[in-house]
């Protein structure tokens, strides 16, 4: 995702209503998000769908990298070579 621009991806929902079919235009088009503000304070944000999907994908796999870490610490994880052997003795299997 594209980093915001403050000159131009902040608007007020007013400003948003009004042009709705141009800032979802905008969106699309610079992939950048755009903060909808109310009464002077952000109040929300409009991705691009995906931009959406990508930052989900990155949440997974983060969140997934955190849990084999703690798994890791927790001394549940095994050596390289050993995952590597039974995950080719599974996919063997699952071809018979």
Do not use: W
């Amino acid at each position: 995702m594209k980093r915001l621009r403050l000159n131009q991806d902040i608007t007020s929902l007013s400003e948003f209503r009004a042009e709705l079919k141009r800032c979802i235009e905008q969106v699309q088009h610079s992939k950048r998000p755009m903060v909808i503000t109310q009464r002077g304070q952000s109040a929300a944000v409009v991705l691009d769908v995906e931009a959406y999907d990508d930052l989900m994908e990155e949440l997974e796999t983060l969140r997934d990298i955190h849990t084999a870490t703690q798994q890791i610490k927790a001394g549940k994880g095994v050596p390289h070579d050993q995952a590597r052997r039974e995950l080719i003795a599974e996919l063997e299997e699952s071809s018979e």
